[in-house]
């Protein structure tokens, strides 16, 4: 079975430094998705070297097939360790996680990982290796769909030293609290975000050391079909109410033409509802199993713009504002954001005249050129998309 990795990640700079030490690197791959958080050695400028190198390399040569042996030797021979304090460059966590759960991880000097299942902690057997005179830890498991995996820097475990608290929060207060913390939140962003929070007020907002939170969540896939625009040949309209009547989770109309195809097809009438829309967005409609019908562009395109300030807020660390909204820009937002890990987009060819600029080039189509702003944004979010045109 294939599941959905919900990845998140939160840094914050040692106090008066403008670069954070630590890096984390994230990178999908054709059955899963690979993780590696480094701490880099010292602060500021070097450490944020170090560590960026680190993380890149490493996340770069598993990529490509590389063993960890070659991984590790290469790490060691780009970046030799510190002549003054004979320590490690950097220290590392990789996280090689597939899409149907089998995790493959690679500890070295980092706080040892956390690992929960329904709140309760879950122990992770751990294979001791000396890899060119590098003590790493490997481990094989496999996650369940619920699972949440929490990787931190030093700086997490020291939050407090000498301040608020005389030796840090140890890693077992941190478990204590991650435990309850990962059954409220099921969002891997806020579970990210919330523990950073508390290390922030732990060292009283001058934090001691560069501090990093990874948060991973594994999730049942969930699908959604969006179809948009008539197809170009009448012919297709057939083909689209079969893709309709197959579809393995939630479907959405937009626009009027398209949804007045399918209520045809399908012998359903549309109820338009006349209560929730706005100034930019036209009101949507109810249809017998169809889980949304809205208008088309306008409505597109204010989704688009829900999208980009959900992907902003994310970007900068911050948990977004939840889309309260009940119009069919928002209900689709939310859709597309909360209910939705594999996107399939269905973009019918059929020129309708009022989307059309004289200016521009006959072949240019306004809703194509907004969908391609959608794809490009789910991307990023790193959902499953595709995209087929009708």
Known sequence: MSYSIDVAKCSMNKYQEELCGDHVETIKTKDGMIVVLSDGLGSG??????????SKIAITMLKEGASIEDTICTIASTLPECQVRKLAYSTFTIVDLKNNGDVYMVEYDNPPVFYYRKGSPLSIHKEKRTINNKVIYES?????????????????????VGMTLNLGWQWEHIDQYLQDLVV????A???????????????DNRPGDDTTVVAIKLKEATYLDLFTG?????????????????????????????ANIV?????ESIMIDLEHYTPKVPP???????????EGLLTLNATKEHLEKYLIEKQKGLVPEKIMGLDGASRLARLLIED??????WVGQAINPAHQNPDFPENFNLKNAVMHEIVKLLKQMNKEVEVYYL
């Open 189 to 203: 962003l806020c579970i990210a975000r919330d523990l950073l929070g508390v290390c922030e007020n732990l060292y």
């Open 140 to 160: 094989n498991f496999k996650m369940r769909v619920g699972d949440t995996l929490v990787i931190i820097s030093d700086g997490v475990v020291h939050a407090g």
């Open 230 to 258: 008539p197809p170009k040949d009448r012919q297709s309209d057939e083909k689209m109410i079969e893709i309709i009547k197959h579809a393995k989770g939630k479907v959405v109309l937009c626009g009027g033409t398209t």
């Open 263 to 267: 209520a045809r097809e399908l012998d």
């Open 184 to 187: 409220v939140e099921q969002d």
């Open 340 to 345: 939705s890990t594999f996107v399939t987009c």
């Open 284 to 294: 949507m409609g109810y249809m017998k199993g169809i889980d949304l019908v809205t």
């Open 45 to 54: 400028v070097k450490a944020n070297i170090l560590a960026t190198l680190t």
